[in-house]
């Protein structure tokens, strides 16, 4: 059994998740680093510890099968996962709300939600107390406030379960068909489906935690990067490097949380490169947009955004 820590990848292939496989590697401790993606591509890194160990083991976490195969392959070889980290997501719909709607929302769903559900349920049992998950959320999961009274102390309860949570994802998939915001599901402004299923890698953040107090769990936004996610935004948003993104992702995994377990962390605004902290209240917004040389794009935001 190897002393190194087990570091398992997912999303490697690109962005965020190229980057952060880069600076594990740099990393001068011993890992063996899992960079995990559909077309296990082999990103050619080397470690700078010598017995670093790299792999490019192939992962689609919307399929099921992927996820268990991997498991059994890790289980055999290496016993265990010291850190895992949910990276692979996206959006797909434009970042307005004019292509909100039920097939958006699913889409959204499957991956950004189940999908991270799937991976997380797999691996608890192979990860040791002590171990580390880190779920990428977003800055856009703070636009879902749930205004309505009963959705929102249903959604905030918190003894809320996994089960009970995904019980509300399906209830947001019934609410996309139509667009009355009145049962307090976000339907409208910057990528509603997406900063949904974003607050939903909140709260199974919160609730892995509360289940599982031997381990950390916590979610981040990585702030707003110039990685193909990020494309179809205009060029002021793009403020961070993929480099300077994956700051969070490495300290969640990595570095001095605090003991923290269970929370969202973002930096003060969408650009700071800073180490960040935790968002108490990320529902609402409490992290402020920035954008370079303060050129605010006036053709983004529609209705509720902020
Ligand atoms: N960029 C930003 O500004 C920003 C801000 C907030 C949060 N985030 C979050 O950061 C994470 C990474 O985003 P990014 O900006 O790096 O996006 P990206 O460049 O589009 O990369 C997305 C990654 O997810 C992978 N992926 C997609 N579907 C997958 C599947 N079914 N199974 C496994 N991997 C899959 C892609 O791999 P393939 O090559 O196989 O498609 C790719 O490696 C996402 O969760 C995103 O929501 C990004």
Known sequence: MTNNKIVLLTGSSRGLGRATAKNIAAFNEPITLLATSRKAENLNLKGTHKDTIIEYPQLDILDKASIDSLYNDIVKKYGRVDVLINNAGSTFEESDNSTFGPEAVKKTFDLNYYAVVNTIEKFIPIIPAGGRVVNLS????????????????????????????????????????????????????????????????????????????????????????????????????????????????????????????????????????????????????????????????TALFTSSAK
């Open 138 to 297: 977003s800055q856009a999961s703070h636009q879902a406030d749930f205004p309505n009274a009963d959705l929102k102390a249903r959604i905030f309860d918190n003894k809320l379960t996994i089960p009970q949570l995904n019980a509300l994802a399906k209830e947001y998939e019934s609410a996309s068909n139509n667009t009355d915001g009145s049962d307090g599901w976000l339907k409208d402004g910057f990528y509603p489906a997406y900063g949904t299923s974003k607050a939903f890698v909140n709260f199974l953040t919160a609730c892995e935690a509360r289940a599982h107090p031997e381990i950390k769990f916590n979610a981040l936004c990585p702030g707003t990067c110039a990685t193909e996610l990020a494309s179809g935004l205009p060029e002021a948003l793009k403020t961070k490097t993929a480099d300077e993104g994956t700051r969070l992702i490495l300290r969640l995994g990595f570095g001095d949380i605090d003991n923290v377990n269970g929370k969202f962390w973002a930096g003060r605004s969408t650009a700071d490169t800073g180490p960040g902290h935790v968002i108490e209240n990320w529902s609402g917004g409490e992290i402020t947009w920035d954008y370079k040389n303060n050129e605010v794009p």
